[in-house]
């Protein structure tokens, strides 16, 4: 979830909290006043009535509630004593002039007890509240209305205001992502008067110069190490090739310089495989282009076809569909071709390899005599299923790293005897 998006999630559950609990407040205490209104009615109603009562010789109990709203009944001293004013809010049966008959309405009920001439009475004054309730009611509404007005309005207005704000760090960091180190030269920056984005900016711009010192250094000692190693590594081979052609030399002499020849041939491969790998790793291949893969599988299999026919091996190329890729064509052609290659070299006699490309993916198939490989260390750097190979055990970290730099993904898997190697170019 984007970080503006995230505050104003945050920020509307808070404004959500703060004014339904105002709300709240609000409508008890509009309820409290109206309360307070009838009940100082229902009180003015008590004097009165006592007053009217007591001019009376005798009072005549009443138990229902007539004209007046008040019914008065008997009752005992030590009750009277007991007794003190009492408000609730009640249901009893009334008729309007449009109710064809009685019906429950809402009361405010006050029950008191007075004393005359020597007699107890408990008093009991009601007071209709259907006005009351319909204003409650219309209260209710009112403050539903403007909670639901105050929150979306309050939203709404943050959410173009912190939009606004949070734009240049938007900006700033889709220019960050699509910056690329040793290939942009413009850094990203940000029009901002806001200080914490400018002290990011900052951070950003010394990180970015570091780091480009950094590559420059990498690059230089990757050209370094290329031109350093393969020189005398070249000398040494080229030496080596001579004495080998030496006349008089002992068989032993001769098995001691060609595993030295091979050994200083493999040191060859393997300083290209790594220089090789760390270019790819820093990112220096990104000269994209359309390329057909069915294209490039078969102009790989035509160069393979002697080393194929070496070992009397098939290979069987399956184009279910056309597949076009965006791609470095010498990182695609090493991909690729690493992959087909495995499958060559670690085949059997009279063996197969089955090439297949579909709309998404190409499966490479080959079968062995060996059974399945370590998932978990297959791409791993130098692991070889035999310490004999002498291969440099760096093809499938290779293919593994470039797969990596476009979002690819590889796997492995071990079927019918067959080692099944598979690159998804559009992984879901």
Same mark, same amino acid.
């Given at each position: ?63 229902e509630f007539g004209v007046n709203n008040y019914k008065v009944r008997e009752i005992s001293e030590q009750q009277a004593i007991n007794m003190q004013n009492v408000y609730k809010d009640t249901m009893l049966y009334m008729q309007d002039d449009d109710d064809p008959e009685p019906e429950l309405?809402? !009361? ?18 009601? *007071? ?69 984005? +400018? ?7 010394? /990180? ?10 990498? +690059? ?19 030496? /080596? ?96 071709? *690493?992959?087909?290659?495995?499958? /060559? ?29 370590? !998932? ?13 190979? +002498? ?30 190697? +598979? ?6």
């Open positions: 979830m984007k970080l503006a998006n995230q505050t104003l999630k945050y920020l509307s559950i808070s404004v959500l909290v703060v004014i339904a609990v105002w709300s709240t407040i609000f409508y008890l205490f509009m309820l409290e006043v109206i309360h307070d209104n009838i009940d100082e009615e229902l009180e003015n109603q008590k004097r009165l009535i006592i007053q009217e009562l007591a001019s009376e010789a005798i009072v005549s109990p009443d138990l309405e809402p !009361v405010r009920m006050l029950t008191t007890a007075f004393e005359h001439k020597g007699h107890y009475y408990e008093l009991a004054i009601i *007071n209709s509240m259907i006005e009351e309730s319909d204003l409650i009611k219309n209260l209710f509404y009112s403050v539903l209305i403007l909670f639901v007005l105050l929150v979306v309005s309050i939203v709404s207005i943050n959410k173009v205001v912190i939009e606004r704000l949070w734009s240049p760090l938007y900006h700033f960091l889709d220019q960050l992502t699509k910056f690329r180190l040793g290939k942009s030269d413009d850094k990203p920056a940000m029009d901002t008067e806001i200080m914490e984005f +400018k002290d990011l900016q900052f951070a950003v711009t010394t /990180l970015i110069q570091h780091n480009e010192e950094i590559y420059e250094q990498q +690059k230089q000692f990757i050209g370094n190490a290329s031109h350093e190693l393969q020189t005398p590594l070249a000398i040494m081979i080229n030496k /080596l090739e001579m004495v080998a052609e030496t006349e008089g030399l002992q068989p032993e002499q001769a098995n001691a310089i060609a595993e030295v020849l091979n050994t200083a041939e493999r040191l060859v491969r393997l300083n290209k495989s790594l220089l090789l790998l760390t270019k790819i790793e820093n990112r220096q291949f990104l000269n994209n282009e359309d390329l057909s893969l069915n294209t490039l599988v078969t102009h790989i299999v035509e160069e393979l076809e002697d080393m194929a026919a070496f070992k009397n091996i098939t290979i069987q190329v399956l184009q279910q569909l056309e597949l076009n890729l965006q791609l470095d064509s010498s990182l695609a052609n090493i991909m690729v071709s *690493n992959l087909i290659r495995n499958a /060559l070299f670690h085949n059997i006699e009279g063996g197969e390899v089955t090439i297949t490309i579909t709309e998404n993916a190409l499966l490479v198939a080959n079968t062995s005599v060996q059974g399945p490989l370590d !998932v978990e260390q297959v791409f791993s750097r130098f692991y070889k299923s035999d310490a004999s190979s +002498k291969g440099t055990g760096l093809g499938l970290a290779i293919v593994q790293a470039i797969c990596h730099l476009y979002g690819f993904e590889i796997s492995y898997d071990y079927d019918n005897s067959r080692h099944i190697f +598979k690159l998804n170019f559009h992984p879901a």
